[in-house]
């Protein structure tokens, strides 16, 4: 309690006088006339007084109800057995109910939705003597409530069914990736004993056709490019099993880049120009073999794809981005014609210079790579100046 | 795992023999508030919840495990296993009625009187048998239960559930006591509401006590007369109050009845609260 304050003057001045028809309420008409349903009832719920707006609302006489009829008959019967469950132990225990929703049966047996706010009062012994209870329509507030309620199971069968999809999916992946393993495992036998006897072949017999000479060759080519393929398809599925068991780790680019680099000498990258900068940004966090294989595709695809003629040169820079980091590689190689083979460019065994020797993989895990970073790439390219691949990583 | 915090289990009282007071659909054990310590100089007084009611470990409510009663009967006899409880007197309510009916038939040594306050093998009307409901009503109740769940997402637990003596503390809390996960609640009243015991009553040995009120809604008297016909040693008192749970409406003619039952003298004067 706050300590009374004197009264400002304001406050003492007296009261306008206003017109008493409209300040002095009836009260009798206020009960019965009320916005809202009120009533009385035994502890066990029979009625024993009802105001007119709740009769109103039921289309029923007093005399149909009071001392004949209990509260909790005037709800559905799920709400009366709600009530009886619920709301009637609740009143014995702590004396009052708030806000508890139920639809009350009319006369003609049509539905009211109503909250209830009840309350026990008790005699001198402590004894349960009377409930009163105030109903208050909420036929509006009952139609959001219930679109409330159905967006939601909605949301719950929508959250249950990608959940089922998800699994399945991952299930499918990792069939695929098992199938991929061993449909390359079993070829890479037969490929290989054929490359053998092929050879064997050419050393032992002798060929008449003129043709021969140049059908040999293709052979041999088709060959390669067979165990290539394999190759290929074994790479991308021994990758994925091994990020799977690799944890993040901070490294260093500059160090990585060189490193592959090396690696790339026998591709001729002696005769390459390469320029690094990471000093904007000089670390990221990713699986080792994930940043490894996606820069050795790229370099080694930089490389590869050089312009006969032109001394290639390969730019690799870093440096920070909107909520993470970028990784450029620029060349100034054949470039890729985008307008046709945009569509194709990150699908597996899809080629567009069959006259480099290459399985379709590269772009492809690399592609699959930056996805698995949650991050996405960018490609830029003009045919006989160069390509530029942006990749966005989060940090 | 702990089963005496898994079921919230409260102990109190003084006496050889213990008494176990086991709520009904919709409360917790708050519900005793007016009995139990009645019993509390003849019996140790074993209170519970439900796992899934009250504070109990709701994360131990597991669907697909308390899908019948019997799981919950399981429960009851872990509890009473754990405190070396024999030859109790299982108090019922509502549910638990039968809950203490399936304990009884799988551990006849444990149990040893039954009190079944409110009881009903089978809330829907069969062939020659009136539980009182039809399908629908139940898929109604479910309806009247979600739309009172509205807004407030389960794992509730208020503080006044740790001092039911002190009300003043619901003052911020609407209708505070007897909250449960509304997920829950939807599964146990399916659980309740679709149980068919009747098969089991005949093979009940122990000797039973029906607490019939004479007005239940969700307990009419033809259920009362068909439980004290199938259960082999019954006894049905009809106590004249209105509603379904006689221990808060009518908390004397309930404790007077039960000490008639469990052969005592008669119960101290009435405490008024």
């Known amino acids: ?395 | 795992m702990d089963v005496l915090r898994r079921n919230n289990v409260t102990v109190s009282g003084a006496g050889t023999q213990a008494m176990v007071l086991v709520h009904g659909f919709g409360c917790d054990q708050h519900m005793w508030r007016l009995v139990a310590p009645a019993f509390e100089a003849h019996y140790r007084v074993v209170l519970l919840d439900l796992v899934g009611a009250g504070q109990s470990e709701l994360a131990a409510y597991e669907p697909a495990h308390y899908n019948t009663l019997a799981a919950h009967a399981a429960d009851v006899l872990q509890v009473l296993a754990t405190l070396n409880l024999h030859d109790v007197v299982f108090v019922g309510h509502s549910v638990s009625a039968m809950i203490g009916v399936l304990a009884a038939i799988a551990e006849p040594a444990r149990i040893g009187r039954l009190v079944l306050v409110a009881p009903s093998p089978r809330y829907l009307n069969d062939a020659g048998y009136t539980g009182g409901f039809e399908p629908a009503d139940i898929d109604e109740l479910l309806q009247a239960m979600d739309s009172n769940y509205l807004g407030w997402s389960g794992a509730i637990t208020p503080v006044i559930m740790g001092h039911p003596e002190r009300p003043e503390l619901s003052a911020e809390l609407n209708n505070s006591f007897c909250r449960t996960d509304p997920t829950i609640a939807r599964h146990f009243a399916r659980v309740t509401f679709l149980a068919d015991n009747r098969a089991d009553l005949p093979l009940v040995s122990t000797p039973a006590l029906i607490l019939q009120c004479a007005h239940d809604a969700l307990a009419p008297l033809a259920v009362g007369y068909y439980l004290q016909q199938h259960l082999p040693a019954a006894e049905l008192v009809i106590l004249d109050t209105s509603g379904h749970c006689p221990h808060l409406s009518a908390p004397q003619a309930t404790v007077a009845a039960m000490f008639h039952f469990l052969g005592l003298a008669a119960p101290p004067p009435d405490e008024r609260r």
């Open chain 1, 1 to 395: 309690m706050l300590p009374r304050r004197p009264m400002s003057a304001a406050e003492e001045e007296e009261l306008p006088a206003l017109d008493l028809r409209l300040t002095a309420e009836n009260l009798e008409d206020l009960y019965e006339q009320a916005p809202c349903g009120y009533c009385s009832c035994l502890p066990d719920g029979t009625l024993v007084k009802t105001n007119q707006t709740l009769l109103s609302w039921l289309g029923y006489a007093r005399e149909q109800l009071v001392a004949r009829r209990c509260l909790q008959e005037l709800f559905t019967v799920g709400g009366r057995l709600h009530y009886e469950s619920f709301c009637a132990p609740l009143l014995l225990l702590q004396g009052q109910v708030r806000e508890i929703s139920y639809q009350l049966r009319r006369a003609d047996g049509t539905t009211l939705p109503v909250l209830l706010n009840a309350q026990l009062l008790r005699d001198a012994d402590g004894q349960p003597l009377l409930i009163r209870a105030t109903l208050f329509d909420i036929t509006e507030r009952r139609k959001y409530e219930q679109e409330l309620l159905r967006a939601r199971a909605e949301a719950d069968a929508h959250r249950a069914l990608l959940t089922a999809k998800n699994e399945q999916l991952t299930r499918i992946n990792g069939e695929l990736d098992n199938f991929v393993y061993t449909a390359s495992h079993d070829l890479k036998q037969p490929a290989s004993n054929m490359q053998g006897l092929f050879e064997e072949l050419k050393r032992t017999a002798t060929f008449h056709d003129p043709e021969a000479a140049p059908m040999l060759a293709m052979f041999d080519d088709a060959l390669r490019q067979i165990l290539g393929t394999i190759e290929g398809m074994t790479e991308v599925v021994q990758l994925q099993r091994q990020l799977d068991q690799v944890p993040r780790e901070k490294i260093a680019l500059q160090a990585i880049t060189e490193e592959i680099i090396r690696n790339l000498q026998p591709l001729q990258a002696a005769a390459v120009d390469f320029s690094l900068d990471f000093r904007a940004v000089p670390h990221l966090r990713m699986p080792r073999p994930a940043l490894h294989s996606l820069l050795y595709n790229l370099l080694s695809n930089a490389v590869k794809y050089a312009l006969p003629g032109r001394r290639p040169q390969v730019w690799v820079r870093s440096a920070p981005a909107a909520g993470g980091l970028v990784l450029t590689v620029r060349d100034n190689g054949r470039g890729i014609d985008l307008q046709r083979h945009g569509q194709d460019l990150f699908q597996l065994f899809r080629r567009f210079h069959p006259e480099v020797p290459g399985s379709g993989v590269g772009l492809y895990l690399v592609n699959r790579l930056v996805r698995q970073a949650n991050g996405h790439l960018e490609v830029a390219s003009v045919v006989n100046e160069g390509t530029t691949f942006r990749i966005f990583l989060p940090s």
